[in-house]
């Protein structure tokens, strides 16, 4: 089942014209605050038995959620109870104000990694400096992602291709693993922001690795693995953790020197207003907008992904709202920029989640459990962390989509490709950035060249639709060449159909008629329209003449509108076949009419000296 999904905002205003930016704003302010002030659709669809779903659903969330809020939050250069935090704050924001009934809201690998890549360079990690910085990131995550949802937005993560995330996500999974081998290692090592420097330190350093490590890590890999294979409705990454630990006491754990987590103060969030030394606002401001891109696109990619498999409708502006208040909130609750965890989300639905009051069920068990197990935390050693950190990082890279992707489109591989290149090498935050430009110089490249038809009547079917001549072997009539356009009519494709025109004027000579069907191009500018009037004083110069065919009135109001009318003619602008032809046929050479032999339209003259088939 195909994900309704809708954007709730009107392209055009009634006069034909795009609103501007304030209006957007205005009618965005208006749409939330009704939207807001409502209540969720899904408290209708409450009743004990959902209520028992979302409670098993949410049960099964917060053992996932503990192991994987401490691995996100490690990634992102903050305590584990940072992770906590924003596993629990903006679920509920996203819950009541979201549109996806099934996505889970919090950490996620991809966002913790740009927000360490954003603040790292001038924090150290994990000092107080760098937390109050990615907490005040998520604020202004979140007023970018808000202002995106109230001048309704939504349908805009629609340009950017799927495979500048395939991109991202390979490229930033490959370095969150080797990020984690210093840990697993028991070495120091680099960052692999410069991969030559990471991997001489790590051929350096190889011979120093403490083999408690490397076992406890490689511990935790393989209980994830197995569990994850044999025991798939377990929690590998909690079992992972817990089998990592156990061996660490075994070799005595802290007391031998084995680093480990540590004591954590504080597991459940509070409020504090966010603070951030002004002086480097705009050094993380730009990672705000990276981070803020990338978790629209990741939270409506996990939406839709659920939204077809539920059949829900979606509503992509409350959606960016909703994110954009998730991350405000949060920033009040401690917590760092979230969005929609693919892997949460998956198990939410899984398990039976029926409305968002299974996330707020599992925000009860998350914090329940780790007022039951906070103390415990301080042994849980670093090298297993990193072990499952490792195979969150492997689970990110879904080779069978990049496979799919190499099979079926160049242009979208190399898309990925140069996003994945560019976050392994350059930069996490200009990669999406360089992937988006991509992304749209493609949408814009295939966009521009649109494809124009040369068309005919099909006898053989009622009431003799219009289809491809070349593709449907039909007859054409020698003096009126029907060109139907297949794609936009706006200032990007103007020089294309240009060309076309041109070459059928030295291809076809003979038809200097032209009917253009312009139906189903969408929007019509003013230099299409231009080249409409262009295009009409061509063909009349060669003693034919052009007829426009549309599809809406609206596309005929704004021909009007740009005064087109005054130089074809009102009536050579049809909003219907039937009258289109009945207008241009009149027109053509009657002797050329007596000596044809196709008689392809009703409206062809009849000649007593001619069998009509028409």
């Known amino acids: 089942m195909e994900p309704w999904v809708a954007t709730g905002a009107r392209t055009t205003t009634p006069d034909g014209k795009a609103p501007s930016l304030r209006a957007r704003l205005r009618g965005g302010l208006r749409m939330a605050g009704r939207d807001l002030s409502r209540t969720p659709d899904w408290f209708a669809q409450v009743t004990p038995k959902t209520i028992w779903a979302d409670a098993i659903a949410g049960l099964t969330g917060a053992t996932l959620s503990l192991p994987q809020s401490v691995a996100f939050a490690a990634i992102a250069g903050l305590p584990p109870q940072y992770g906590f935090y924003t596993a629990m704050v903006p679920p509920i924001i996203t819950a009541f104000f979201g549109s996806s009934w099934h996505a889970a809201a919090g950490p996620a690998t991809a966002i913790s990694a740009l927000v360490f890549g954003a603040l790292a360079g001038n924090f150290v990690p994990g000092s107080p400096e760098f937390i109050s910085a990615a907490i005040f990131l998520a604020l202004l995550v979140g007023v970018f992602q808000l202002a995106m949802g109230l001048m309704r937005l939504g349908g805009v993560v629609d340009f950017v291709s799927h495979s500048v995330m395939i991109g991202f996500v390979s490229g930033a999974a490959l370095l969150i693993a080797l990020s984690q081998l210093g840990d697993a290692l028991a070495v120091e090592l680099p960052r692999p922001e410069d991969l030559f420097t990471f991997f001489g330190a790590l051929l350096q350093h190889l011979p120093e690795a403490d083999f408690r490590a490397v076992s406890i890590a490689l511990l935790a890999l393989a209980v994830g693995v197995l569990v994850r294979r044999f025991l798939p409705r377990w929690p590998n990454y909690l079992l992972a953790l817990l089998a990592a630990t156990g061996l660490s006491v075994l070799y005595g754990g802290s007391a031998a020197g084995l680093s480990t987590v540590g004591a954590i103060d504080g597991v459940l969030p509070s409020f504090a207003l966010p603070h951030f030394d002004g002086d480097k606002l705009?050094?993380?401001?730009?990672?705000?907008?990276?981070?803020?891109?990338?978790?629209?696109?990741?939270?409506?990619?996990?939406?839709?992904?659920?939204?077809?498999?539920?059949?829900?409708?979606?509503?992509?502006?409350?959606?960016?709202?909703?994110?954009?208040?998730?991350?405000?909130?949060?920033?009040?609750?401690?917590?760092?920029?979230?969005?929609?965890?693919?892997?949460?989300?998956?198990?939410?639905?899984?398990?039976?989640?029926?409305?968002?009051?299974?996330?707020?069920?599992?925000?009860?068990?998350?914090?329940?459990?780790?007022?039951?197990?906070?103390?415990?935390?301080?042994?849980?050693?670093?090298?297993?962390?990193?072990?499952?950190?490792?195979?969150?990082?492997?689970?990110?890279?879904?080779?069978?989509?990049?496979?799919?992707?190499?099979?079926?489109?160049?242009?979208?591989?190399?898309?990925?490709?140069?996003?994945?290149?560019?976050?392994?090498?350059?930069?996490?935050?200009?990669?999406?950035?360089?992937?988006?430009?991509?992304?749209?110089?493609?949408?814009?490249?295939?966009?521009?060249?649109?494809?124009?038809?040369?068309?005919?009547?099909?006898?053989?079917?009622?009431?003799?639709?219009?289809?491809?001549?070349?593709?449907?072997?039909?007859?054409?009539?020698?003096?009126?060449?029907?060109?139907?356009?297949?794609?936009?009519?706006?200032?990007?494709?103007?020089?294309?159909?240009?060309?076309?025109?041109?070459?059928?004027?030295?291809?076809?000579?003979?038809?200097?008629?032209?009917?253009?069907?312009?139906?189903?191009?969408?929007?019509?500018?003013?230099?299409?329209?231009?080249?409409?009037?262009?295009?009409?004083?061509?063909?009349?110069?060669?003693?034919?003449?052009?007829?426009?065919?549309?599809?809406?009135?609206?596309?005929?109001?704004?021909?009007?509108?740009?005064?087109?009318?005054?130089?074809?003619?009102?009536?050579?602008?049809?909003?219907?076949?039937?009258?289109?032809?009945?207008?241009?046929?009149?027109?053509?050479?009657?002797?050329?009419?007596?000596?044809?032999?196709?008689?392809?339209?009703?409206?062809?003259?009849?000649?007593?000296?001619?069998?009509?088939?028409?």
């Open 282 to 614: 705009r050094d993380i401001a730009s990672g705000a907008l990276a981070i803020g891109v990338v978790g629209l696109l990741e939270a409506m990619s996990v939406a839709r992904a659920l939204a077809s498999k539920s059949g829900q409708m979606l509503d992509g502006n409350r959606e960016f709202v909703g994110q954009g208040l998730s991350n405000i909130g949060g920033a009040f609750f401690q917590c760092y920029p979230s969005t929609f965890s693919f892997t949460r989300s998956g198990v939410n639905y899984e398990a039976g989640a029926r409305t968002p009051l299974a996330m707020l069920f599992c925000v009860a068990f998350l914090a329940a459990i780790l007022l039951l197990v906070a103390p415990y935390f301080a042994e849980v050693p670093i090298a297993g962390m990193s072990g499952v950190i490792m195979l969150v990082a492997w689970r990110l890279i879904n080779l069978r989509e990049i496979a799919h992707l190499v099979r079926h489109s160049t242009s979208e591989t190399a898309i990925a490709l140069v996003t994945f290149a560019t976050t392994v090498l350059v930069d996490l935050e200009f990669s999406i950035y360089v992937g988006v430009m991509m992304s749209l110089f493609l949408f814009l490249r295939r966009t521009a060249r649109p494809i124009i038809a040369i068309s005919a009547p099909d006898p053989s079917t009622e009431g003799r639709v219009i289809r491809s001549a070349r593709l449907y072997h039909l007859d054409e009539c020698p003096q009126l060449m029907i060109a139907m356009l297949e794609g936009p009519f706006y200032f990007g494709t103007v020089e294309a159909i240009r060309r076309e025109f041109r070459r059928f004027e030295l291809e076809r000579p003979s038809q200097k008629h032209v009917l253009f069907s312009i139906a189903g191009s969408g929007e019509i500018d003013l230099p299409a329209a231009e080249l409409l009037v262009e295009q009409a004083q061509r063909r009349k110069a060669l003693g034919g003449a052009l007829h426009i065919k549309l599809l809406t009135l609206t596309s005929f109001e704004k021909l009007a509108r740009f005064e087109v009318f005054k130089s074809l003619g009102r009536d050579h602008i049809h909003l219907s076949k039937r009258d289109a032809l009945a207008s241009v046929v009149p027109e053509l050479d009657l002797d050329i009419c007596r000596s044809c032999k196709a008689r392809i339209f009703k409206e062809c003259p009849k000649f007593p000296e001619t069998d009509s088939k028409g």
